[in-house]
């Protein structure tokens, strides 16, 4: 992606020239070679290090405008990054908007809907909602922000009951590439709308959003762990079973090999353990029911599956909380038959050279199929493979060519398609597999719309990959 040359029209201008017109905005700005520079890029994802020109704190979202304006002005590009678990653009010669400072929190229990700052990340949300018996659509990790998640589409622990995070959204207050502070819902701006749910950071900052919450304050859920030699018997047991499960049933396996850390409890510590996770949205008695059948499929080295509260969410997948430099790689399924079982157990089962720490299949369908219409494209798919490799070397290569591997050994049974949330690389590539030609080529005309210079750093990515 180029920086400097997407912006049509007007010359990009001098870093120093930049900083000032910033500052004399009023703005709160970190340039390199500042603590708050440095705090502010890193993120959770350590092999995703962004090093823009400058980065701006804002007060509000007016001040995210502000920037936007100051963009299309003086001709530099503008990122996003709230917490770095997505891989983002490089940001290399841009601005990077830091959302933590947006940090509003409003809960309506009456309306069961939460207005949330695009500074807020799930626990916020799920612990400002307990006390009122309401719970929310979040992603496996509570650390995760809420916008940056409900922008990718957001596949939740919850999902086959209460369908995805972007089903949730009432309204998006915006600010979109020409600089203006919009709101987008169903009646209001519904263009901008479809966009911004999967569509990610493409067609506009996210400052706030209003979505519902869910009526629902325990849950029958957790994870169960399993030597990773009964990954066959578990994985088979997993996938006849869970095509029967009800839609009040959601849940993910995941072939774990986690290095030796004291940290982790002794039983998965550098152990090749494969873990399921359970969400149950009925009760516990049922949830237990639903669950024996599973549970009976090998000796369980781990059973943390029981009645949790809701804003004990984060129990469900046990997601790492500390940064680490990681490499991904993914694609959805269609079905799950005996073959796609095969492919996984010959590349991440017992038997397997796996580089990994973690291959994972996330059970679709229920709730997700349902909803209206958006950029997000995958509401028929049934099954999502994740990879999950360590990117030190030399296990960052090998975890690539593995990933890479994996993906091409389940393409018979693959829609092709792939996760905007489970982002890789931004390529042409990328962009059909997330959004399929026709919503690719709607995503670029919303995004043009609003960004006719090309000032954000999501329509800059999108046209670098698609001109
Ligand atoms: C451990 C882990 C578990 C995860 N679990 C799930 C899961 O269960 N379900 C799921 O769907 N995803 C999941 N994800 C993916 C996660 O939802 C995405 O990476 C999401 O983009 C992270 O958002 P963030 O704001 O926290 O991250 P950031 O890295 O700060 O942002 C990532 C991208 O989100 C977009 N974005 C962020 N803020 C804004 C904004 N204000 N306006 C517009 N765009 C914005 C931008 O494109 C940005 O580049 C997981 C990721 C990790 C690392």
Redesign the pocket.
Known sequence: MSSTSTTSGTATTGGAQRLTALRDAGLVVHAPGSDAYDALVS???LD?AVSPAAVVEPADAHDVATVVRLGNELGFGV???????????ALDDQVM?H?GT?SELHVDPDARRARVG?GV?WQQVLDAAAPYGLGAV????P???????T???????VGRTYGL?IDRVRSFE?VTGDGSLREASAEEDPDLYWA?RGG???A????AVEIELVEQAELYAGSMFFDGADAPAVLRAWASWSAALPEAATTSLAFMRLPPLPTLPPPLAGRFTVGVRFAWTGSAQEGAEALAPLRAAATPVLDGIGPIPFAAFGAI?M??VDPMP?VEDHTLLAELPDGAVDALLALAGPEAECPQIMVEV?QLGGAMRHGTDAAFAHRAAGFSVHSVGLAVPPVRDAALGHGAALVEAVRPWSTGGR?P???TRGDADWYRAAYGETGVARLREVALAHDPRGVL??TRALRAATD
Do not use: Q
């Not at 990122?79 to 653009?89: K, Q």
């Not at 650390?143 to 998640?149: F, K």
């Not at 922008?151 to 622990?157: D, N, W």
């Not at 506009?204 to 400052?207: E, H």
């Open positions: 993120g959770f994802n995703n990122g996003v990054r709230l917490t770095g678990h997505g891989l983002s653009p908007v959302t947006l695009a990340v979040a992603g496996s990790a650390a995760v922000g809420v916008v940056g998640y922008t990718g589409g957001g596949v939740s622990p995070g915006v911004l990610r950071g493409t506009g900052i996210v400052t997948h997601d790492p990681v996330r996760l949330n489970f982002a750093a999501g």
